[in-house]
């Protein structure tokens, strides 16, 4: 994986990380600025309006502060009074819960800001908040989530994996956001293949992980119990763990997948190849609900976001947990530093 | 459900729980051994051959004590000093590992001995060590597995349910040994709504939970996310849900299944009603891996085991963990102790 950000290296300092706004009406905001008041994320700039930030804070009654720069190397001088803000007005007014379809381009442009600026060298990765897809769609948004509109901008040409990781568990699914019926439908051996290289290159590169070990869970119960409950684990698994093996990645399995994740188990590897999605994310967010980060790996810069929407239940009230983003934010400045580090 | 299993109410003493030998090659007599020397377990004894019991406590070097008994009602006086078996001797002599068939007939048998007991009213409840299932069924086991089996001799017409406890988490699987694709193939609304009402009565009568909550879980990622993943959640799990709301049942959903086990999540909840083996399983054994304990619930008597299988590659080293078969006895005591006090 090549690291295609220029990275203020030798200097000491490290490139603040682009914040985007997210889906307006739900809990973005709200959380980006918990996390700065938290004092322990590492410098970043929100892209947001910043009228309606100074609202929020307002109508909570925060005593936060915030401060609108025009340039991303502004923000460390001023992370530790206040929060960075690149200025982009939004066009409605924003209703906490109810995604305005005026608002879905500002949204959509904070993204590509947040890229343009780690394009250039200005910022050291993206930490995304979450998006409404709907709104998105309904204003022509022709990419089915953040993931592929950053390949997309990224102009990379093999599908970006997403993994979920917290302090104890890495989990990338090989298919992601498709029912049951089409997860089995549409496992593949060479996706399995492809998303394990990724998976593997990106703990050599991003989480300093010399020589990964990749446990493969099988698809069945029991991963199939030799045949008796399934044959996807002798089809496509075994031989898609074969050629990982002759590529010289340590990838093991297919292991059962419900004896996988328990605390003993955890220690023998270092991230998992999951068939579908629960079965990556009902043990992760099992294990640390708020914690979790969703990392896109196979980009030529680093990305991550909360593992969670825009929770539009409760926005506007305070109350989110700004954990998953603040996990987020120190994982993707970690990460960032370790490309730097290589480069 | 009924109470079948007379009990010695009012005499204010609790009779002994039946444990089965389990497949003599596996750990079960070990564990059985260490659960009775951890002084924690209820008063039990062990359905299983005394001379190989007594050749395992040598070739181990343990100090323990068993002793030989004709009839349950002797367990109390001997529990503190002795693990009171009931000889049956084997056939062939054992080989840690490595089943021998002609053992096969007194792994079934012990099995029979255990449910004559309780239905005898000599013995509280059963608690089954693991079997291997090939070698019963190459000797001619019919039965696909214990539960099956304990149907049978319990002539109870209804499937039973299989439930995996531990003390943060009850989960039923509606499918439960087939293949995901057969899981998809075969989930039935009228399953779904047989399953939780037999639960909904086991948490009554066992578990002393006078109105019990059931969450049941979606099938597919975000329970489908309003059919853009899957249509199951409305053809088939709704209208299950629906139809048990009108049974006076408390089960709520369908629910995401990736953020149903957290522990926020199950506070809001007494179990979850899943619909793939996986889906169960993953969870629990995440979250406690040793002390899960698998009981079955349609049955007119209790039964419980430990949720693991005869791990040859430890047996016969002492080092198997007696954790879960130590909470399959004490909550197969607490759970006769319940019915009794009902009846």
Same mark, same amino acid.
């Given at each position: 994986? @090549?690291?295609?950000?220029?990275?203020?290296?030798? @200097?000491?300092?490290?490139?603040?990380?682009?914040?985007?706004?997210?889906?307006?009406?739900?809990?973005?905001?709200?959380?980006?600025?918990?996390?700065?008041?938290?004092?322990?994320?590492?410098?970043?700039?929100?892209?947001?309006?910043?009228? %309606?930030?100074?609202?929020?804070?307002?109508?909570? $009654?925060?005593?936060?502060?915030?401060?609108?720069?025009?340039?991303?190397? =502004?923000?460390?001088?001023?992370?530790?009074?206040?929060?960075?803000?690149?200025?982009?007005?939004?066009?409605? =007014?924003?209703?906490?819960?109810?995604?305005?379809?005026?608002?879905?381009?500002?949204?959509?442009?904070?993204?590509?800001?947040?890229?343009?600026?780690?394009?250039?060298?200005?910022?050291?990765?993206?930490?995304?908040?979450?998006?409404?897809?709907?709104?998105?769609?309904?204003?022509?948004?022709?990419?089915?989530?953040?993931?592929?509109?950053?390949?997309?901008?990224?102009?990379?040409?093999?599908?970006?994996?997403?993994?979920?990781?917290?302090?104890?568990?890495?989990?990338?699914?090989?298919?992601?956001?498709?029912?049951?019926?089409?997860?089995?439908?549409?496992?593949? =051996?060479?996706?399995?293949?492809?998303?394990?290289?990724?998976?593997?290159?990106?703990?050599?590169?991003?989480?300093?992980?010399?020589?990964? %070990?990749?446990?493969?869970?099988?698809?069945?119960?029991?991963?199939?119990?030799?045949?008796?409950?399934?044959?996807?684990?002798?089809?496509?698994?075994?031989?898609?763990?074969?050629?990982?093996?002759?590529?010289?990645?340590?990838?093991?399995?297919?292991?059962?997948?419900?004896?996988?994740?328990?605390?003993?188990? %955890?220690? *023998?590897?270092?991230?998992?190849? $999951?068939?579908?999605?629960?079965?990556?994310?009902?043990?992760?967010?099992?294990?640390?609900?708020?914690?979790?980060?969703?990392?896109?790996?196979?980009?030529?810069?680093?990305?991550?976001?909360?593992?969670?929407? *825009?929770?539009?239940?409760?926005?506007?009230?305070?109350?989110? @947990?700004?954990?998953?983003?603040?996990?987020?934010?120190?994982?993707?400045?970690?990460?960032?530093? %370790?490309?730097?580090?290589?480069?």
């Amino acid at each position: 994986m @090549s690291s295609a950000a220029p990275q203020a290296s030798g @200097s000491g300092k490290a490139l603040p990380l682009a914040m985007t706004m997210g889906e307006p009406a739900g809990v973005g905001a709200e959380i980006a600025l918990k996390a700065w008041a938290s004092k322990s994320a590492p410098p970043f700039f929100l892209i947001d309006d910043a009228n %309606r930030l100074r609202k929020i804070i307002d109508d909570l $009654c925060w005593g936060m502060s915030i401060k609108e720069i025009q340039a991303a190397d =502004e923000t460390p001088g001023i992370f530790t009074k206040s929060l960075p803000v690149l200025h982009r007005p939004l066009n409605a =007014e924003v209703i906490a819960g109810i995604p305005h379809p005026d608002n879905a381009a500002s949204v959509i442009n904070a993204i590509r800001t947040a890229v343009e600026f780690v394009q250039s060298g200005q910022a050291s990765s993206v930490v995304t908040n979450p998006i409404h897809k709907k709104s998105l769609y309904d204003a022509g948004f022709k990419f089915p989530g953040h993931t592929e509109f950053l390949a997309n901008l990224a102009e990379v040409d093999t599908p970006p994996v997403m993994m979920l990781a917290s302090p104890e568990l890495k989990v990338v699914p090989v298919t992601i956001h498709v029912s049951i019926a089409d997860a089995l439908a549409s496992l593949k =051996e060479d996706d399995i293949v492809t998303t394990a290289k990724i998976t593997a290159q990106s703990l050599e590169d991003d989480f300093a992980i010399s020589a990964p %070990r990749l446990a493969v869970a099988g698809l069945n119960p029991h991963a199939g119990e030799g045949g008796g409950m399934g044959n996807e684990e002798s089809a496509i698994i075994e031989p898609a763990i074969a050629r990982l093996r002759q590529l010289g990645i340590d990838a093991t399995g297919p292991w059962p997948p419900d004896t996988l994740f328990h605390e003993a188990a %955890r220690k *023998t590897y270092d991230a998992v190849i $999951c068939m579908y999605h629960d079965q990556a994310l009902i043990p992760i967010k099992t294990i640390d609900f708020d914690g979790a980060v969703n990392v896109t790996l196979g980009l030529p810069f680093v990305r991550t976001s909360p593992d969670h929407g *825009t929770a539009f239940d409760i926005a506007g009230t305070g109350r989110a @947990s700004e954990k998953s983003l603040l996990a987020a934010l120190n994982m993707a400045a970690d990460m960032a530093a %370790r490309r730097n580090s290589q480069g």
